[in-house]
């Protein structure tokens, strides 16, 4: 307890000392990037430094378009026990003779991207260029699932898990193991950590099919974790277990993982966050049916409760610390789809994520969603088909062949998803919306020109664009 105080205090400090130095000297923005697995972080991060770098095609940048950025370059950053995000080893993966999409994100990871800009206003005439930071975070979006743990207990928690289990085969083998198994029984470590692979072989599997809820996000990403006892838990059924009982050592271990990884996550990263990016590849869970649309849905509001939006200030900084003042909820992949479906896409991201983004507003965070590409990797045709002009998108395909594709027409109204996605249907019952997985495309790369995209411009005038002019 002491040793916690005495951290917390010294965090305070630090905190105090960041604060008077950004807003006196070189200020410094902490932008947050997460999202679910293959939601598209690391291209996100990629291309948007990349074009902040080279912003010939950053045109919807109030910034860019008055000529006030006079040069953006990377510098250390300045967390020195993070690993650096691999910029360079991102950009070399995308715009290769044979491009391919970078590695996932396993762990958190942070760029720094420092602006020369021309001071604005009555006065800007008369002093040199200013400076700016930005601080770009990566962490994991199953670490971010986590933080609405902090609030259940483990009988809560088991009670969520276990509810949902019937309706995904990925369980079946966790769920034959517990039909053997006596919460109350003396607690037998074998059987434990038998209990525990079984479960993170679940959570692995229920991922690769598009599952968006899959806590404790550690048991997929376990680091130098892996055979610890806080990853050596899983939901039992019942209520409190006796002393020495398994349901009781598993409620132990479940605690001990709220207070050794999840809590020092948020206090050491996420609660230093001034403005977060959310990404969703909504376009992937509605090609998965109704269930996989509302566990976003459901995965998404929980995650965005975590969040502590509001206003920063700087003496509301000094007395409670720093509180996500903008959000970005991102539908990836709008390349996959004609643009005259972009707005429909926008819609249905807003509308699974309306009541988060309302309680968002109401403490005072300032919240946008758009759909968007960081790099675009197609182009559009309109093709005839059976008497009919239909909109179709081009890309290259994993295996290097050409491939043209049309998804489906989104609803106008996003309740003809949501409603039956709420209801538990099975399936879509005005048709299939298809997906494609294209490659990056074969470049030609311009000086001065970053990555093609679709409205990553719009996208940084929300969350930086201000602190630029």
């Keep these: 307890m002491i040793n916690a105080i005495a951290g917390r205090i010294a965090q305070s400090i630090e905190t105090v000392g960041d604060t008077v130095s950004e807003a006196f000297f070189e200020p410094v923005l902490r ?24 912003p010939g095609r950053m045109q919807r940048l109030r910034a860019v378009q008055r000529g006030l950025i006079r040069g953006a370059y990377l510098q250390p950053q300045p967390d020195m026990t993070l690993p650096r995000f691999d910029y360079e080893a991102h950009l070399a993966s995308l715009t290769g003779d044979s491009p391919r999409w970078p590695d996932g994100t396993r762990a958190v990871s942070e760029l720094r991207l420092s602006f020369r800009l021309d001071r604005t206003g009555l006065l800007g005439g008369l002093g040199g260029p200013r400076k700016l930071h930005l601080d770009i975070v990566d962490y994991p979006g199953e670490w971010l699932l986590d933080l609405g743990l902090m609030g259940k207990t483990y009988a809560d928690w088991s009670a969520e898990v276990l509810a949902r289990l019937p309706l995904r085969t990925e369980a079946a083998a966790f769920r034959a193991a517990l039909d053997g198994v006596d919460p109350q029984a003396k607690h037998d470590e074998s059987q434990a950590q038998e209990l525990a692979r079984l479960f993170t072989g679940y959570l692995t599997q229920a991922r690769e099919n598009g599952w968006s809820d899959c ?48 809590r020092p996550f948020f206090e050491t990263h996420f609660a230093r966050i001034d403005r977060q990016v959310v990404l969703i590849d909504v376009l992937e869970a509605v090609h998965r049916g109704p269930m996989a649309l509302e566990d976003q849905r459901r995965a998404m509001a929980e995650v965005l409760a975590s969040f502590r939006p509001g206003a920063n200030g700087f003496f509301s900084s000094l007395l409670r610390g720093k509180r996500v003042e903008k959000i970005l909820f991102a539908a990836t992949k709008a390349d996959h789809l004609h643009h005259s479906q972009h707005p429909r896409l926008t819609a249905l991201a807003e509308a699974m994520l309306r009541e988060a983004r309302d309680r968002a507003r109401f403490s005072g965070a300032e919240t946008v969603a758009m759909s968007i590409a960081a790099l675009r990797a197609t182009v559009e045709e309109t093709r005839s088909h059976g008497g009919q002009e239909i909109d179709t998108v081009r890309g290259r395909l994993i295996d290097g062949r050409q491939a043209a594709v049309n998804a489906g027409m989104l609803p106008e109204d996003p309740a003809r998803l949501l409603a039956p996605a709420r209801e538990g249907a099975q399936k879509w019952l005005q048709g299939d919306y298809g997906v494609m997985h294209f490659a990056p495309p074969v470049l030609s790369r311009s000086p001065g020109m970053g990555l093609p995209h679709i409205r990553l411009d719009s996208a940084a005038e929300f969350l930086i664009g201000d602190k630029l002019i």
Aim: proline residues 7%; charged residues 20%.
């Design 31 to 54: 932008l947050g990037v997460t999202g679910l697995s293959r939601a598209g972080k690391t291209v996100f991060i990629t291309a948007l430094v990349h074009n902040l770098m080279e």
């Design 215 to 262: 806590t404790p996000g550690r048991f997929l990403l376990p680091g130098d974790l892996a055979g610890s006892p806080v990853l050596t838990f899983a939901p039992l059924p019942g209520a409190e277990g006796r002393r020495g009982s398994l349901w009781r050592e598993m409620a132990r271990r479940f605690e001990g993982y709220k207070t050794q990884v999840i």
